[in-house]
C-alpha cells in the first residue's frame, strides 16, 4: 500500500479568503498618535526630572532633619550629665549612631534605585548617595568609639571625617544647584526624627535616678531655686533677682532660711519666699548659724540667740574678758580664741554662754573649726588626725586617718546630727595624686572609702544623705570649664557603691548651695 503525502491537486469548492485591511482613519490615527507622543516626550521628561528632584530634595532634607534630630537630643542631656551618667550616656550615643546609620542607608538605596532623567539630577542623586552612604559609615565607626571619647570628655563630638564633611558639602551645593536648575522652590522642612534613645533621654533628663530624700536651694546666676530630690519638683527664683554677686560655696542655714553676708550686711533668705529679710545693725555685727534652727549674733562684745525668723531669744550674753569675737558656733557653745590672736600661738576654746564655762581645746593649731548641732571637728597639726569634740561633755576624741593617708583637705564635713563626718585624703606617697573622699561613722569609729575625687559639700538635714561636688573642692569656682561637667552636684549614702548624680545644670559659673530640712 502506498501513501500520498500532500495535496496534491484538489479541488476546493470555497473560495478563497480576502485579507482584511485597517481602516484607514484607524492607520492615520495611529501615526498622529505617536507623533503627538514623539513632541509631547519632552515635556513628559521634564516633568519627571522635576518630580525626581523634588523627591531627591525630600530625600536630602530628611537626611538633614535625622543629623538635626541627633544633636538636640545631644544638646537637651549635655548640660544634666552627672556623675555616673557615662554608661547610659555611652549607650545613648551608640544607640543613635545605628539608627541614623541605618536610617541613612535605606534613604542611600532609595537613591540608588530611583531613575532620575535627566543628567543635574542624576549628578545631585550620585553626590547625595556618596554622602550618605559616607555618613553612615562614620556613624557605625562612632559606634566603637563612644565608649573612648566620652568619658574622658563631656562634650559630644561630630561624628564625621573631614572627608565626609566634604561629601556632605559637595551633595548640598549639588542638590541647591539642582533645584535652581530645574526652577523648583526649596523646601527645609522634614519631619523625621530618630526615636531609638527616646527612653534614655527621658531618664537622663529625671533630676536623680532615684529619689532622694533631700531638699536642696541653689544658688547660681543671681537667683536662688529650691529643688525637691524626692519628686524632681523646683521652684525658681524664690527671693526675687540678686542685682549683684550673691554668696556661693556651702550656704548656712537658719531653719529653712538661708544666712547670707550680701551687699555689706546680712539677711535671712527664706527659701518659701518672696524676699530677703536684713537683719539689725547688719554692718558691723557678726551671724552664724547654731545647728538647731536659729542663728548666733555677735555685736560690741555680746552675744545673742536668734530663731529662724530673726527674732531674739534669750538675753544678750558678754564675752569673757580675753575672748576672741567666736569663729564658729554650735547650739551650745561658741569656738573662739583665748586672748590676743596670734597665730604662732593660738589658744582655741569652747565658750558656753549660757553657763560661762570655758573649755581649752588641745592639740591647737591655726586653722578652721567645722561644727554641727553639738560638735566640733578640726584637723590636728601633723594632718595625721582629726579631732572630734562632743560639746555636751567638751572631751576631744582623736580620729586617724586610713593608714598610708595624709588629710587633703578642705575642712571635714560634719552630719547635722555629729554620727557622720566625710572628708579628703591623699596617699603619703603621692602627695601631687588625686584626693579620694573617705566617711566616717563616729557611732562606731568605722570609715568607708567613696572611691570618688568628688568633695564633699554638705549632709542632708537627716544626716542620710551626702552632697559633693564632682568638678573639685571648691563650688565658689567656674564649673564650666572644658574639663568640667555642667551638673557637677552628686550625693552618697550608706549602702550605695558608688556616687550617683544630681543632673541640675549649673553652667552660669561659681554656685552655693544648702540642703534644707
Not at 561637667?485 to 541640675?504: C, D, F, Q, V
Amino acid at each position: 500500500m502506498t501513501e500520498t503525502l500532500g495535496w496534491g491537486d484538489v479541488d476546493v469548492d470555497e473560495e478563497p479568503r480576502r485579507r482584511r485591511r485597517l481602516p484607514g482613519v484607524l492607520i492615520w490615527a495611529v501615526i498622529a498618535a505617536v507623533v503627538a507622543g514623539i513632541a509631547l516626550w519632552p515635556t513628559a521628561k521634564d516633568s519627571l526630572a522635576d518630580r525626581a528632584a523634588a523627591w531627591l530634595q525630600q530625600q536630602w532634607n530628611a537626611a538633614q532633619a535625622y543629623d538635626s534630630s541627633r544633636t538636640d537630643i545631644e544638646l537637651s542631656v549635655s548640660q544634666q550629665v552627672a556623675a555616673g551618667d557615662e554608661p547610659m550616656l555611652i549607650r545613648m550615643v551608640q544607640a543613635l549612631d545605628r539608627e541614623q546609620a541605618a536610617r541613612l542607608t535605606k534613604l542611600a538605596a532609595a537613591v540608588d534605585g530611583r531613575r532620575l532623567w535627566v543628567p543635574i539630577v542624576e549628578s545631585a542623586g550620585k553626590a547625595v548617595r556618596r554622602a550618605l552612604l559616607a555618613e553612615a559609615h562614620d556613624l557605625r565607626a562612632d559606634v566603637n568609639e563612644a565608649p573612648v571619647q566620652l568619658p574622658t570628655n563631656p562634650f559630644f563630638e561630630n561624628p564625621y571625617t573631614p572627608q565626609t564633611q566634604q561629601l556632605v558639602q559637595r551633595a548640598s551645593a549639588l542638590t541647591q544647584r539642582m533645584l535652581h536648575s530645574r526652577h523648583l522652590k526649596p523646601h527645609t522642612r522634614s519631619s523625621a526624627s530618630l526615636t531609638s534613645a527616646a527612653e534614655m533621654v527621658a531618664d537622663l533628663k529625671r533630676v536623680t535616678e532615684a529619689p532622694v530624700d533631700m531638699r536642696l536651694a541653689v544658688m547660681n546666676g543671681s537667683q536662688l531655686d529650691v529643688w525637691d530630690l524626692r519628686t524632681g519638683h523646683v521652684r525658681r527664683n524664690v527671693i526675687g533677682y540678686l542685682r549683684v554677686n550673691p554668696p556661693t560655696g556651702v550656704l548656712p542655714l537658719a531653719g529653712t532660711s538661708l544666712l547670707a553676708q550680701f551687699e555689706g550686711g546680712w539677711q535671712l533668705w527664706p527659701t518659701s519666699g518672696p524676699r530677703p529679710i536684713v537683719l539689725p545693725g547688719s554692718l558691723d555685727a557678726y551671724y552664724q548659724p547654731d545647728y538647731d534652727g536659729g542663728f548666733w549674733r555677735s555685736y560690741q562684745g555680746r552675744i545673742r540667740r536668734y530663731d529662724a525668723t530673726g527674732h531674739p531669744v534669750g538675753p544678750w550674753r558678754d564675752y569673757p574678758a580675753g575672748v576672741e569675737t567666736s569663729s564658729a558656733a554650735t547650739s551650745d557653745a561658741i569656738v573662739t580664741n583665748l586672748g590676743a590672736e596670734d597665730f604662732n600661738n593660738p589658744h582655741p576654746v569652747l565658750w558656753y554662754p549660757e553657763t560661762g564655762r570655758i573649755v581649752a581645746l588641745p592639740d591647737p593649731c591655726p586653722g578652721d573649726f567645722v561644727t554641727a548641732r553639738t560638735t566640733v571637728a578640726y584637723t590636728s597639726c601633723d594632718q595625721a588626725r582629726v579631732m572630734v569634740v562632743d560639746t555636751r561633755t567638751g572631751r576631744p576624741r582623736p580620729l586617724r586617718l586610713p593608714r598610708g593617708t595624709t588629710f587633703a583637705g578642705p575642712d571635714p564635713v560634719l552630719s547635722p546630727d555629729g554620727t557622720k563626718m566625710a572628708l579628703e585624703v591623699r596617699r603619703r606617697d603621692n602627695p601631687d595624686g588625686p584626693p579620694t573622699t573617705v566617711v566616717y561613722d563616729l557611732t562606731k569609729s568605722s570609715v568607708t572609702p567613696l572611691g570618688t575625687s568628688a568633695a564633699p559639700l554638705t549632709w542632708s538635714a537627716d544626716s542620710s544623705v551626702l552632697l559633693l561636688d564632682g568638678n573639685g573642692d571648691d563650688p565658689a569656682a567656674p564649673t564650666s570649664s572644658a574639663s568640667s561637667t555642667y551638673s557637677p552636684l552628686a550625693y552618697w549614702k550608706p549602702g550605695m557603691k558608688e556616687i550617683a548624680g544630681i543632673r541640675i545644670p549649673l553652667s552660669d559659673g561659681s554656685f552655693g548651695v544648702a540642703a534644707l530640712p
